[in-house]
């Protein structure tokens, strides 16, 4: 079992930065791929950016490409989201998921954390 906890989301205005965190507990987790997602009011939930495990290969979508980073402290249990130059269209709540490649049955999810930008 592996639990999840987002935190660093706030209200800013457009250009800004937030650093988003997703603290995890539990067995191994220093052995899970993490990734974010969003999910905007009246939206599907969509990917934002992953992390293996090694903290070695990062996957991006198009639209954050060259704003965000993703990073891992596995010291720390700890994946960071940055978002810099943010836009209105990136209001959203942020949820981290921690996944095992290949074993579906470990799948978690945090509560996620509010981003809000302004104009």
């Known amino acids: 079992q592996v639990q999840l906890v987002e935190s660093g989301g706030g209200l800013v205005q457009a250009g800004g930065s937030l650093r988003l965190s997703c603290a995890a507990s539990g067995r191994a987790v220093s052995t899970y791929d993490i990734g974010w997602y969003r999910q905007a009011p009246g939206k599907e939930r969509e990917f934002v950016a992953s992390i293996d495990w090694s903290g070695n290969i990062t996957y991006y979508t198009v639209s954050v490409k060259g704003r965000f980073a993703i990073s891992r402290d596995n010291a720390k249990n700890t994946v960071y989201l940055q978002l810099n130059r943010l836009k209105p269209e990136d209001t959203a709540i942020y949820y981290c998921?921690?996944?095992?490649?290949?074993?579906?049955?470990?799948?978690?999810w945090g509560q996620g954390t509010q981003v809000t930008v302004s104009t």
């Open positions: 998921n921690a996944v095992v490649a290949g074993f579906a049955e470990y799948d978690y």
